[in-house]
């Protein structure tokens, strides 16, 4: 028998992974504190960029109806994920990735829980403005058709009006686990395109499963305000936003980010 030389530390297979992270985490942290200003802005990029593709798949659905419902949901849901793509790649700000990277922070003490937790609520409410700032241009435009409208719509009451709490909390924890197991996989590669590619599998899977995404559906939410706000159940709004919101949290920041950590080391090690 050859001897085992091996220690547990040989196991953390991803440990740079992590570093990388706790390192982001460290910046974020700053970026917060010290200028709040500069924070807000990649957090309200990031709620812009997801609403103006949101409306680009709008339009996809809308110009190819008629055709293979599957296919044109395939179709929509590769469009959709060059958001998530433009996003991780201009370093700005999205809740749904930060459950990941802040619960890992939290997990070997580069942050504390208290500003994590603020950090993630700052974050989602200028993701929302980044939203309504897109909408507002949007008003003024005849870019949004009746079809997609419409599209809107449908989109809307599937999400709310008939969709369950426990329903909502299951397709979100799926939602956020593609999501973040594609970024964390992603950050293992120095390349554009390498990381492009493994972002955007996890988008398109959540898209195209029509899991549910929290600063998606906000995003659609406000959407809805400015096109048909007397057609929204605002009471289903709340539970989505609620149960979404957990779900997300549960699927990146404990599936992926907590698992991680601890599957590449222990809590103390990087004091």
Not at 127 to 152: A, C, D, Q, V
Not at 162 to 170: E, K, M, N, P, V
Request: with cysteine; aromatic share 16%; hydrophobic share 55%.
């Amino acid at each position: 028998m050859i001897d085992n030389h091996k220690a547990i530390k040989d196991t953390y297979m991803s440990r740079e992974t992590i570093e990388n992270i706790n390192s982001q985490v460290q910046m974020k942290t700053v970026l917060f504190s010290q200028t709040p200003g500069r924070y807000a802005l990649k957090a309200i990029m990031s709620g812009f960029l997801l609403a103006l593709v949101t409306v680009f798949m709008l339009a996809i659905k809308a110009q190819f109806e008629g055709a293979n419902e599957g296919l044109v949901n395939l179709v929509g849901a590769i469009a959709f994920s060059l958001a998530l793509v433009l996003i991780v790649l201009t370093h700005s700000e999205l809740l749904t990735s930060n459950f990941m990277y802040l619960t890992v922070g939290w997990y070997y003490k580069v942050i504390a829980l208290n500003k994590a937790l603020a950090i993630a609520l700052v974050c989602f409410f200028f993701n929302i403005i980044g939203g309504f700032i897109l909408f507002i241009i949007m008003k003024i435009t005849p870019i949004m058709t009746p079809e997609m409208i419409e599209s809107l719509r449908a989109l809307v009451d599937s999400k709310t009006v008939h969709s369950t709490w426990f329903a909502i909390l299951g397709k979100a924890i799926f939602c956020n686990f593609f999501i973040n197991i594609g970024i964390y996989i992603s950050i293992q590669f120095k390349d554009g395109l390498s990381k492009a590619f493994f972002i955007a599998c996890g988008v398109i899977v959540f898209v195209f499963m029509g899991y549910e995404h929290v600063v998606f559906n906000a995003g659609l939410y406000v959407g809805m305000i400015f096109y048909d706000f007397d057609a929204v159940a605002w009471l289903h709004v709340l539970k989505n936003i609620i149960f979404a919101f957990i779900g997300n949290f549960i699927g990146g920041g404990i599936f992926v980010g907590l698992l991680y950590a601890y599957l590449n080391g222990k809590r103390d090690s990087l004091q």
